[in-house]
């Protein structure tokens, strides 16, 4: 008997079980963009309340050529064929510049709509992938919780709320979504059809991203594919057939509805063919379709750049920054900026010096961003020093739970004892 854990994990059996499991309930979702009325406790919902989009830079991002301290010179020592020069940076404040492959971020930084957030960590670091990001996850850095920080605040917050109160566009269900009572719904990407059809399933999926990207007169609706699989995340303590039963349920059910509505939505705004860009494409179609959403989750991946890292690393955040770009444009046309806000974070940053592959290997602490609405812009967090290091490593200043109780409390609007078990203090970055 498989547990819990390996079933969530399992990407298999969580997208697939759609197509082996019979639907045993018989249930509808109420019109999405029409709200759920029906519902017994109404709660504060994405239709017309605050949002968060949280964004993981997926593999370790390294934070020190992210938001590069130029004027160091024990940085130049520790890098000398990696180290970025003050020519090639977007310039922030004396000694620290922004990585010139994000020049939208550097606008909206100068326009207060950017906040930097340095030195960000957890006490007592690992630097495994599948451990560290489960400490972000969960919220918990000794990662014994069963439950993630977002799914907390689904529980504690969002009583009687819609299945569809958090989405995540990825591949399996982040364990950030793990709940008691709502974790929210996983909808799979094109890429997981792919592996799990193949042929007509992949190019349904594809046509259908496809058809969201292009001009607004080249789609008919009417032939745009439904959805071949979406999944839901895990409610702690119900059975492994329950839980099946429930991920046949409603996977399919939410999954056409979501895209239904995404569907709806045509935009002006040029979005590339990159998988951040999609995802962020679909979110923004999401929320001009009143979606009750007040959490998305989107994955970008790639940035465990142990070797050749100058150019894929600044390729990264290229991408990154025009995913953002065209993202914050669409929310503009919208009317939807002033609700919307981008939290990045990544499991960890990288060593301070450069491997003999032209590579940075794991690290501690790494910078992240809160972008948009909502922000008040601007350096917070002190920059870590280049040679005080903990086994060749940054030190952390500012505890991870402090950028999730900020945000809780400064724009989800919840008390974050509750979610983070624990008070951690805040910083200024919300206004």
Not at 164 to 176: F, H, V, W, Y
Not at 301 to 314: A, K, L, W
Not at 377 to 385: D, F
Request: proline share 4%.
């Amino acid at each position: 008997m498989k547990t819990r854990r390996e079933f969530l994990k399992s990407t298999v059996l969580g997208a697939s079980a759609t197509w082996t499991v019979p639907l045993f309930i018989e249930r509808t979702f109420a019109d999405l963009h029409a709200g759920a009325k029906d519902l017994a406790v109404q709660a504060v919902t994405g239709k017309d309340d605050t949002i968060l989009v949280v964004l993981q830079l997926a593999g370790g991002n390294d934070g020190l050529n992210t938001v590069v301290p130029y004027l160091d010179d024990a940085y130049h020592k520790a890098r000398p064929r990696l180290a970025k020069k003050e020519k090639d940076l977007i310039r922030l404040d004396d000694g620290v510049g922004l990585n010139s492959s994000m020049p939208f971020l550097g606008d909206l930084y100068g326009d207060g709509g950017l906040a930097v957030v340095r030195g960000v960590g957890y006490p007592n670091p690992n630097r495994s992938h599948f451990v560290s990001t489960s400490v972000w996850e969960t919220g918990d850095p000794n990662v014994k919780s069963n439950t993630g920080w977002l799914g907390r605040y689904f529980d504690n917050a969002c009583s009687g709320s819609d299945p569809t109160i958090g989405i995540s566009l990825n591949k399996t269900q982040p364990e950030a979504f793990g709940a008691m009572k709502n974790p929210g719904v996983c909808l799979s990407t094109p890429e997981l059809y792919r592996w799990i059809h193949g042929g007509g399933e992949q190019a349904e999926a594809e046509r259908f991203f496809e058809s969201l990207n292009a001009p607004d007169d080249a789609v008919d609706g009417a032939s745009i594919a439904e959805p071949a699989v979406g999944r839901v995340g895990s409610i702690v303590g119900e059975s492994n057939l329950e839980f099946l039963e429930r991920v046949a349920m409603d996977a399919r059910v939410s999954s056409k509805k979501i895209l239904e509505v995404a569907a709806k939505h045509r935009t002006k705004v040029r979005y590339d063919g990159t998988p951040v860009s999609r995802s962020l494409n679909m979110v923004a179609r999401m929320i001009a379709g009143k979606m009750p959403t007040r959490v998305y989750y989107v994955s970008h991946g790639g940035f465990d750049t142990h070797n050749g890292q100058i150019n894929s690393h600044d390729r990264l955040l290229g991408q990154l920054d025009g995913a953002l770009k065209s993202f914050f444009q669409d929310l503009r046309e919208q009317g939807n900026a002033d609700r919307v806000t981008v939290m990045t974070f990544s499991e960890f940053g990288r060593r301070v010096a450069e491997n003999a592959s032209s590579g940075t290997d794991h690290g501690k602490a790494s910078c992240l961003f809160v972008a948009g609405a909502g922000v008040k812009g601007g350096l917070y967090g002190t920059q870590p020093s280049l040679t005080d290091l903990s086994q060749g490593d940054l030190k952390h200043s500012v505890d991870f739970r402090q950028v999730y109780a900020t945000l809780l409390e400064g724009w989800l609007r919840t008390d974050p004892e509750a979610v983070l078990r624990g008070r951690y203090g805040k910083l200024g970055f919300m206004g």
